[in-house]
């Protein structure tokens, strides 16, 4: 049986900043919060849509570029858009691969974008990123609530 609230943080441990999804979902998983489930992985893809199903919330993880720092949310609707055919799929589109492939609404979900300063191939996370990471987890135990 599936967690009700799914976490799910995807992105590239070997860019610098780009590692915040899956840090902010291996610091999640530590806390062992009942009735969470933390999953990552490096992208998103139309087969997460299957991850999912039987959820009661979904909350989406991923580092940014032009969001305010130190992390925005904002509520997420199926939609289909170019990325769904791409190598970076969004969670939009994922949520609309889940409405082709179940036939009904995905469960409530949200975007949880936390600002980074560098993307650089073999950098390590900025200390502006790591703060950023500290008030996002911050935030994140209220959520959950």
């Known amino acids: ?9 995807w992105g590239n441990a070997s860019r610098g900043d780009d590692a915040l999804g899956p840090l902010f979902i291996e610091r999640l998983r530590a806390l062992g919060l009942p009735g ?5 992985d490096y992208q998103l893809q139309p087969e997460h849509a299957l991850d999912l199903f039987a959820r009661e919330r979904v909350l ?18 199926p939609q289909r858009d170019a ?3 791409s190598h970076a ?12 492939v179940h036939g009904r609404a995905p469960p ?9 300063e560098c993307f650089e191939l073999g950098e390590p996370i900025s ?7 500290e008030a996002a987890l911050n935030w994140v135990l209220g959520f959950l609530r």
């Open 127 to 133: 200390e502006a990123a790591q703060a950023h990471l």
């Open 36 to 40: 969470v489930e933390c999953l990552d």
């Open 1 to 9: 049986m599936s967690a009700p609230t799914l976490v799910f943080g």
């Open 83 to 85: 990325s769904f055919s």
């Open 108 to 116: 409530p979900a949200t975007q949880l974008a936390i600002r980074g």
């Open 60 to 77: 989406f993880v991923d580092a940014s570029l032009v969001c305010t720092a130190p992390f925005e949310v904002s509520p997420l609707q």
């Open 89 to 100: 799929m969004s969670p939009a589109a994922l949520l609309q691969a889940y409405v082709d």
